[in-house]
DNA sequence: GAGTTTGAAACT
DNA sequence: CAGTTTCAAACTC
């Protein structure tokens, strides 16, 4: 109701809002046209572009046509009461994807490649100008003269009004802000630090008002700077890291908790942080701490954005070591719930006792990670602390085995080009490289490596019996698969029923639309994702972290995969995706070759396209939940999920 | 949570 | 390359 009003306020004044834009905002128009869609999205959302969103969303008329914000006014209201609350988490999701439509941010990458050009405070000053902007005006002025507020809300962005009610806008906002630009280090800890202090926050704001958002902000910002900006991939691979050392001096937090024991990709080694979230093998639900996340971010974007959130506020929580939970000051909402064990298959963890992590045996070492504090692992040495070693032993794997790190499953269309095979006969698009030998397993769990990675076997495979759901290896259709399938289900498979029906249902699911419409149906574009996913690695976002191989891996991790997956789906391949994190194995192996067409640097690499594909399908999807998860993951929404 | 099964990884 | 052993995840109870 609240926003009907506001609604037709902004169709009646969409004609002086662009001159609003223009002002202040004006250069996320300009960046938004020109610029491509960065691949990271909500993450880093420079001023301006949150204005620019922030404009957009008010103002529909505004510069940007193209702009779905036809809903947005009534979503950001309706956002705005329910984060005021703080724990509204669907909103928070739609918050994200607007942010994410907008595509502003490659305004914020902009500013992120260059750390002097934007404070981080200064980034979130321009939030929080955005904040008074979209709520009080309708709150406050709303009722009384719609016209009043919008100026009100117009000379807060100016910065004019002096004394907006930041406390109340801050309160509101943070949680908005901090989570819905969870990449934004600086921006949150500003956020954290303000509401750590609600005293505090009305200077702070001052501070941080749009006047001042392009000037090297307060001290607390200064000294993160370009730091954060090296960190920033970091963050948003160890989400829980950075958000709860958001309020001190995140970098130092991150660098340590990084090296310490959060879970990070080993530097010289490009970890397959695709391996990690996808390695299909699923993080034991049981375990209360989800490192890497992507997936588990991928679960929860699907599942609902409230489920987003909760992760997050999990992983921060929860999340990493002890030493960061301590840092969580701020976080005060944090609800652990758990995501979905069923589908969460959040981060690897190992239970390794024998092997020392050293071998491919380990999932972590596998997957080129370290082993972080939720491993279960004995005598452990896949950790920074024996860097050397690890090193060594991985080039030894590698040189038994040039592909041992690269990723194991690969689209169909690259095997098709290695190996022959026909694709079309294959239901699924990816395959596993090397293919399973399953003996006993039927290739219908998840001992069988295909299954778990969510592929059909093929004439790679030398598996005996197999019934694969996701494509057998002699090419069975679907259509037979599933009546074996139901048989199977009748028959002997009560128990599955009970612990796997999610899974089953899925599967089966999958099978269904697959059959219905092989080509790419929804479901098994997910799955492909999925796949994709685990064993991809983010590509562009490596140009954005620009920071050390930690920030490339870590930016990467979720977001990417999921963005490519969709739009890209059929030109990637998975293998490549990884072979990207792995240089090494790249330089001298033949990896890329066999890889396929994707050149690991072309086309995750090329932020453009992630951007476009990605936006794209971010916006088809912004109807539908799931759908739009998966695309604004890749954008690094993951982190973003805010909250 | 302990024990079993399974198949990849490692070894011979 | 084939066979065997080792290993840890997946699975079952």
């Known amino acids: 109701m609240q926003d009907s009003p506001v609604f037709n306020y902004i169709n009646s004044l969409s004609p002086i809002r662009p001159v609003k834009s223009i002002q202040n905002p004006h250069q996320f128009s300009t960046l938004n046209f020109t610029s491509p869609p960065s691949v990271f999205t909500s993450p880093h959302l420079t001023s301006s572009h949150k204005e620019s969103r922030f404009f957009k969303t008010h103002h529909p008329s505004s510069s940007d046509p193209t702009n779905p914000l036809q809903e947005s006014p009534d979503k950001s209201t309706a956002n705005e009461e329910v984060v005021a609350e703080a724990e509204a988490t669907s909103t928070t999701t739609e918050f994200n994807i607007d942010v994410e439509m907008e595509q502003p941010q490659i305004v914020k990458e902009t500013n992120l490649d260059d750390p002097l050009a934007v404070p981080p405070c200064g980034r979130e000053t321009t939030d929080l100008s955005l904040v008074p902007y979209a709520s009080p005006p309708r709150e406050e002025n709303g009722s009384s003269s719609e016209d009043a507020g919008m100026q009100k809300m117009y000379d807060n962005v100016q910065g004019k009004n002096e004394t907006p009610d930041w406390d109340s806008l801050i309160a509101d906002s943070s949680e908005f802000l901090i989570f819905g630009s969870p990449n934004d280090s600086e921006a949150f800890r500003c956020l954290m630090m303000q509401r750590a202090s609600p005293s505090q926050a009305p200077s702070v704001m001052q501070t941080m008002q749009p006047g001042s958002i392009n000037e090297p902000e307060s001290s607390t910002a200064s000294p993160y700077g370009a730091v954060s900006v090296l960190h920033r991939g970091i963050r948003r691979r160890c989400l829980d890291f950075e958000m709860p050392g958001n309020k001190q001096t995140s970098s130092e937090n991150n660098t340590a908790a990084c090296g310490s024991s959060s879970r990070c990709v080993v530097p010289s080694i490009g970890l397959h942080l695709n391996a990690i979230l996808m390695s299909t093998k699923d993080c034991k639900t049981n375990t209360t701490h989800d490192y890497s996340?992507?997936?588990?971010?991928?679960?929860?974007?699907?599942?609902?954005?409230?489920?987003?959130?909760?992760?997050?506020?999990?992983?921060?929580?929860?999340?990493?070591?002890?030493?960061?939970?301590?840092?969580?000051?701020?976080?005060?909402?944090?609800?652990?719930?758990?995501?979905?064990?069923?589908?969460?298959?959040?981060?690897?963890?190992?239970?390794?006792?024998?092997?020392?992590?050293?071998?491919?045996?380990?999932?972590?070492?596998?997957?080129?990670v370290y082993c972080i504090e939720p491993c279960s692992c004995i005598d452990c040495f896949n950790k920074p602390i024996h860097e050397d070693t690890v090193l060594a032993t991985r080039k030894q794997i590698e040189s038994r085995n040039p592909l041992a790190f690269a990723p194991k499953v690969i689209k169909s269309s690259d095997l098709v080009l290695e190996t022959g095979e026909d694709a079309s006969k294959t239901p699924a698009s990816a395959r596993h490289k090397r293919g399973c030998n399953c003996k006993k397993s039927n290739c219908l769990k998840k001992y069988c490596e295909c299954f778990q990675g969510g592929v059909g076997c093929s004439i790679n495979c030398r598996c005996e019996g197999c019934k694969n759901a996701f494509g057998r290896k002699d090419g069975s259709s679907i259509v037979d698969m599933e009546a074996e399938q139901e048989e199977e289900n009748e028959t002997s498979e009560k128990n599955r029923r009970t612990k796997k029906q999610d899974y089953n249902t899925e599967v089966y699911l999958m099978r269904k639309e697959e059959s219905s419409a092989l080509p790419a149906t929804p479901m098994s574009i997910y799955r492909e994702q999925m796949v994709q996913l685990k064993n991809m690695m983010p590509p562009p976002q490596s140009v954005l972290g620009g920071g050390?191989?930690?920030?490339?891996?870590?930016?990467?991790?979720?977001?990417?995969?999921?963005?490519?997956?969709?739009?890209?789906?059929?030109?990637?391949?998975?293998?490549?995706?990884?072979?990207?994190?792995?240089?090494?194995?790249?330089?001298?192996?033949?990896?890329?070759?066999?890889?396929?067409?994707?050149?690991?640097?072309?086309?995750?690499?090329?932020?453009?396209?992630?951007?476009?594909?990605?936006?794209?399908?971010?916006?088809?999807?912004r109807s539908g939940g799931r759908k739009l998860i998966l695309q604004s993951i890749p954008t690094f929404p993951s982190l973003t999920p805010k909250h």
Do not use: W
């Open 293 to 368: 996340c992507s997936e588990k971010y991928q679960v929860d974007l699907q599942g609902s954005s409230s489920t987003l959130q909760e992760a997050l506020d999990q992983t921060e929580i929860e999340a990493v070591e002890p030493t960061l939970e301590e840092l969580h000051l701020s976080s005060p909402k944090k609800k652990r719930v758990k995501l979905e064990a069923g589908e969460g298959e959040s981060c690897k963890r190992c239970n390794c006792k024998k092997s020392k992590c050293l071998k491919l045996y380990c999932e972590c070492f596998a997957a080129g």
């Open 548 to 621: 050390s191989s930690f920030n490339s891996q870590y930016t990467r991790k979720p977001e990417i995969s999921l963005t490519h997956s969709r739009t890209k789906k059929s030109l990637e391949t998975v293998a490549e995706d990884g072979a990207e994190e792995m240089p090494e194995i790249l330089s001298h192996s033949h990896i890329d070759n066999n890889t396929k067409a994707v050149s690991p640097n072309g086309k995750r690499v090329s932020p453009p396209h992630l951007d476009s594909s990605s936006s794209g399908s971010v916006l088809g999807r």
